[in-house]
């Protein structure tokens, strides 16, 4: 009960929402809702009553814990009102009116009928509905820049003025939830549970072939990548080939020497170390292999022998193998030191002096 008949009557109700199983401390805001009750208003048996009260109200929104409120509503949220005595529906949200509209006078004394009305105040995403009995007098309201609080509760509110009614809520129900917002789904039916529409096969087609590209793309990035990685390793493989290679044939500094005018005997490298002066077997005069062959078979005497051996030795080219053989041999054990040279007597008895044979003569490098 929230007026009876006296005349300046104020009474209100208020009551928060009740929370649900999967947010018990009620954190999140309320979504969809739907709210329904009985509501009885009239002058009841007193015939002198006839103008009536000024009306009834329902808010949602920061409602204060203490205070009452009339038709006008209540609290900084959402206000419906039914004024009775003007015949006027005015739905308000933070202080900005929604709708205002004239009752037609049929609802009007449906109200206060002195018989209960069932109202039903529903909100979902597409907007608020507000019904009385079977006739809806807001549907789908649109509500700009709704956003309700966990803290919001219910409010219900009525006045009488000079003119008075009763005003009676009973049977108080309240309902919140995603199943209370309407959507639009899409039904498939199948003959059997391997049946599949069009529009999925659609969609499994063009999510196998994306995956497929994206496989090929990345087998052909991996393809790339190992033949590059083969190609760098056979190139560093090649120029390293190539290097050892180089670096093999290269000739040293220590091996290195002028080739041999043609014509010379070729001759071995001379120790770097001194040697010790030949021994006197090794000072020996040359076979006579190695001198040129003349024409005269005549006995060789002292004078021709030293006359011979004073001679230019014979070139391996003028003899035969057997002979450049022996004067290849010879020339090599004349060779020992790099500064001792073979000699001939000398007949003033003085120190040998060196021979000036093609064989004999050192060759400076």
Same mark, same amino acid.
């Given at each position: 009960m929230l007026t009876r008949l006296v005349p300046f009557a104020v009474g209100s109700a208020i009551f928060g929402m009740p929370p649900l199983a999967s947010d018990p401390q009620q954190l999140q805001p309320p979504g969809a809702f739907r709210l329904s009750f009985s509501?009885?208003?009239?002058?009841? *048996?007193?015939?002198?009553?006839?103008?009536? =009260?000024?009306?009834?109200? $329902?808010?949602?929104?920061? %409602?204060?814990?203490?205070?009452?409120?009339?038709?006008?509503?209540?609290?900084?949220?959402?206000?419906?009102?039914? %004024?009775?005595?003007?015949?006027?529906?005015? *739905?308000?949200y933070r202080s900005s009116e929604l709708l205002s509209t004239v009752l037609p006078p049929a609802n009007v004394s449906r109200l206060r009928s002195n018989s209960s009305v069932r109202v039903e105040l529903r909100y979902r995403a597409a907007g608020l509905t507000l019904r009385l009995d079977d006739t809806t007098h807001l549907r789908d309201l649109p509500i700009r820049g709704w956003a309700p609080r966990p803290h919001w509760r219910f =409010? $219900?509110?009525?006045?009488?003025?000079?003119?008075?009614?009763?005003?009676?809520?009973?049977?108080?129900?309240?309902?919140?939830? *995603?199943? %209370?917002?309407?959507?639009?789904?899409?039904?498939?039916?199948?003959?059997?549970?391997?049946?599949?529409?069009?529009?999925?096969?659609l969609i499994l087609t063009v999510t196998l072939t994306l995956t497929l590209t994206l496989t090929l793309t990345l087998t052909l990035t991996l393809t790339l990548t190992l033949t590059l990685n083969l190609a760098l390793t056979l190139t560093l493989t090649l120029t390293l080939t190539l290097t050892l290679t180089l670096t093999r044939s290269a000739p040293t500094a220590s091996s290195s020497h002028r080739p041999a005018r043609p014509g010379t005997p070729t001759m071995a490298r001379p120790s770097s170390r001194r040697s010790r002066p030949p021994s006197a077997p090794h000072m020996a005069a040359p076979p006579s292999q190695c001198t040129a062959p003349t024409s005269s078979a005549a006995p060789r005497t002292a004078a021709a022998s030293a006359a011979s051996f004073a001679a230019p030795l014979a070139t391996p080219r003028q003899l035969p193998s057997a002979q450049a053989a022996t004067c290849r041999a010879f020339g090599a054990r004349?060779? $020992?030191?790099?500064?001792?040279?073979?000699? /001939?007597?000398?007949?003033?008895?003085? /120190?040998?002096?060196?021979?000036?044979?093609?064989?004999?003569?050192?060759?400076?490098?």
């Open positions: 509501l009885t208003i009239g002058t009841g *048996a007193d015939p002198d009553a006839l103008a009536g =009260g000024e009306g009834f109200s $329902l808010s949602f929104g920061d %409602l204060p814990a203490s205070g009452t409120f009339g038709e006008a509503g209540g609290g900084a949220g959402l206000r419906v009102s039914l %004024l009775t005595r003007q015949r006027r529906l005015v *739905a308000t =409010g $219900l509110g009525a006045r009488n003025h000079h003119s008075f009614d009763n005003h009676f809520v009973r049977d108080v129900q309240f309902e919140r939830g *995603a199943l %209370l917002d309407a959507a639009v789904v899409s039904l498939e039916v199948s003959a059997n549970d391997l049946t599949l529409t069009l529009t999925l096969t004349r060779r $020992l030191g790099p500064r001792w040279w073979p000699t /001939r007597p000398s007949r003033s008895g003085h /120190r040998p002096t060196p021979t000036t044979s093609a064989i004999g003569t050192r060759r400076r490098t």
